[in-house]
């Protein structure tokens, strides 16, 4: 099966983002909705081989690369902040 990198760069990178804020740090529910809300908007990295995983490694250390996932995941924790969903019933 292919696996989407993207979800594996943006697991990564989501955590010390919201390091400084009080209640997403803490909050698995609004971390969901960030990482749907950012891999929404970026593409998706689909690999196979092993290969493509070196690739995928390189590309995460490309700097343009990783401000656009930082920039992406900004964006959804904005959107998150201003509309947290965890009070709505859980699914
Ligand atoms: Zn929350």
Known sequence: MPKNYMEVLV????????????HLKDCL???EDI???????????YMVSDKGRIY?????F???FQSD???ALSRAMA????NPHHEEPSF
Request: glycine letters at 0%; proline letters at 7%.
């Open 11 to 22: 697991d990564s990178m989501l955590p010390p983002l919201v390091r400084s804020h009080e």
């Open 29 to 31: 529910r609004c971390q």
């Open 35 to 45: 990482r749907a809300i950012a891999l929404n908007q970026l593409q998706p990295l």
């Open 56 to 60: 995928a490694k390189l590309k995460e």
């Open 62 to 64: 490309d700097h343009q």
């Open 69 to 71: 996932i930082i920039q």
């Open 79 to 82: 959107v998150v902040e201003d």
